[in-house]
């Protein structure tokens, strides 16, 4: 069973930065695309960013020009960078990843527990 582990969460001033990790356990033979989320209290989940195996990325238009997504493959870890963060950013991160067990094998979709980032004004 894999599992996503958060990190980098808690609490910035507007205008701040935080640096979230994803890191996926073991039992993985090739992560596809992997990504962030955010919830809001009483909202949707929504996405923040997403980056592929070969490092295309998206990113929501709210969030462009402020945050990075980025991987690194080898320690089967995503990154999100936010900066000039907005008190109305303040939600639980989730991370997201399709992970491929074996060779050949279907992709299954993980999430992480979730970390708290909250902004204040």
């Known amino acids: 069973q894999v599992q996503l582990v958060e990190s980098g969460g808690g609490l910035v001033q507007a205008g701040g930065s935080l640096r979230l990790s994803c890191a996926a356990s073991e039992s993985i033979f090739s992560i596809n695309a992997m990504g962030w989320y955010r919830q809001a209290p009483g909202k949707q989940r929504e996405l923040v960013a997403a980056?592929?195996?070969?490092?295309?990325?998206n990113y929501a238009d709210s969030v462009k020009g402020r945050f990075t997504i980025s991987r690194d493959n080898a320690k089967n870890t995503v990154y999100l960078q936010m900066n000039s963060l907005k008190p109305e950013e303040t939600a639980v991160y989730y991370c997201?990843?399709?992970?491929?067990?074996?060779?050949?094998?279907?992709?299954?979709?993980?999430w992480g527990q979730g970390t708290q980032v909250t902004v204040s004004s």
């Open positions: 997201n990843a399709d992970v491929q067990h074996h060779s050949g094998g279907v992709y299954y979709e993980y």
């Open positions: 980056i592929t195996s070969g490092g295309s990325t």
